[in-house]
């Protein structure tokens, strides 16, 4: 059972710090880690992450960056005031527990302007139907904002990196470890992705989550730290990018490879 927030108090549209888009907007809060184990955090905000991506795929729908959004991480939130700051009309909060085999995902949206909620579910299931119950979260805010998708819409949505938890979670946990820009959180998350890549080879994320390692890692100067030379992380970095380019690049391959480019001018 999800308890919804009681009513929350109405934004106001004249004290949004940025005005309000024509298209309908939301923010994505980071999703609470329900689970008993801290160690599943990695676990709640790759969902929370995953569920940015998917709406983003949207062209209907104006969808508030992680960056931002993650900086509400682990604090009391008022929902209100979170709409007026970032200039959204929608808010979507919930939770993931992990347990076991098992994973339940807790969904609310939010009309922030008329301080009311517009559904708040529950979904359970085992932990390898995730990218099910993912898909039923973003569907329900699809119909909630009566969002027209294009074919090529529905099809972005449809499409996975991979079809392999166990290869999802790999690298979930190396992107956990690589976003906390750390010398040895960076050899980590290395591990992680190679165990991702070897648990499914056509992984294009994973490919370019390494590309990224090596890529902020050549940048900082930082191959002697993870043992390799400066030729050596220059040669990992193309290797794992290009591997990346021919698997269904996604939004991460193209981010790597943008910087890379803006690093060559």
């Known amino acids: 059972f999800y308890m919804r927030r009681p009513s929350i108090k109405p934004a106001s549209a004249d004290k949004m710090a940025y005005p309000l888009p024509e298209k309908p907007s939301i923010a994505v809060l980071p999703f609470t880690n329900m689970s008993d184990d801290s160690k599943q955090e990695y676990f709640c905000d790759g969902i929370t992450e995953d569920l940015i991506t998917d709406l983003s795929k949207m062209s209907g729908i104006f969808v508030i960056a992680r960056n931002s959004i993650f900086a509400y991480k682990g604090k009391s939130v008022n929902i209100r005031q979170v709409a007026e700051d970032l200039g959204v009309r929608y808010v979507l909060e919930g939770g993931v527990r992990?347990?076991?085999?098992?994973?339940?995902?807790?969904?609310?949206?939010?009309?922030?302007?008329?301080?009311h909620h517009l559904w708040a579910e529950r979904y359970d299931g085992k932990l390898e139907n995730v990218f099910k119950l993912k898909d039923e979260v973003t569907k329900k805010i699809v119909s909630a904002l009566?969002?027209?998708?294009?074919e090529g819409e529905q099809k972005r949505l449809k499409a996975r990196d991979t079809d392999s938890i166990a290869a999802y979670d790999a690298f979930l946990k190396g992107w956990s470890h690589y976003l906390r820009f750390t010398p040895e959180d960076f050899s980590k998350a290395i591990s992680h992705f190679k165990i991702a890549i070897d648990l499914d080879p056509n992984y294009s994320r994973a490919y370019a989550g390494l590309a990224q390692v090596y890529e902020d890692s050549w940048n900082l100067s930082w191959q002697i730290k993870l043992g390799l030379s400066?030729?050596?992380?220059?040669?990992?970095?193309?290797?794992n990018l290009e591997m990346a380019m021919k698997r269904n690049p996604s939004s991460l391959t193209h981010q790597a490879l943008a910087k890379l480019l803006l690093f060559r001018r």
């Open 98 to 115: 992990k347990a076991d085999k098992n994973v339940r995902i807790t969904a609310q949206l939010i009309d922030a302007i008329a301080g």
């Open 146 to 150: 009566a969002l027209k998708l294009t």
């Open 230 to 239: 400066a030729a050596d992380l220059r040669k990992k970095l193309r290797q």
